[in-house]
């Protein structure tokens, strides 16, 4: 089971991106979905998560500006992220819990970098 994201980039301070993550493997059902986030010389943050159901939350930090989104059929998780600002700059990492044959998994992506500046 693996997860890879894509969508970090360059932006400008106020512009926007999106990250996308899709599971592959033999996978027989994803609990919650999350994207976690760490800047140089910080520890990993949580910024959104989503349940099977389609539940949302957020870190206070990024309320209003991004949005978590998940399609269960491509078993795939994004994350719009609006008025990016200077400080949103880190790794972004997708997270799951899986049931993979008769395991529970949390699994990580490799993560995709986003940087926002002028």
């Known amino acids: 089971v693996q997860l890879v994201e894509s969508g970090g980039g360059l932006v400008q301070p106020g512009g926007s991106l999106r990250l996308s993550c899709e599971a592959s493997?033999?996978?027989?059902?994803?609990?919650?979905m999350a994207w976690y986030r760490q800047a140089p010389g910080k520890q990993r943050e949580l910024v959104a998560t989503?349940?099977?159901?389609?539940?949302?939350n957020y870190a206070d930090s990024v309320k209003g500006r991004f949005t978590i989104s998940r399609d269960n059929t491509k078993k795939m998780v994004s994350l719009q992220m609006n008025s990016l600002k200077p400080e949103d700059t880190a790794v972004y990492y997708c997270?799951?819990?899986?049931?993979?044959?008769?395991?529970?998994?949390?699994?990580w992506g490799q993560g995709t970098l986003v940087t926002v500046s002028s």
């Open positions: 493997g033999y996978i027989i059902s994803i609990y919650d």
């Open positions: 989503i349940t099977n159901g389609g539940s949302t």
């Open positions: 997270n799951a819990q899986v049931v993979a044959g008769l395991e529970d998994l949390v699994v």
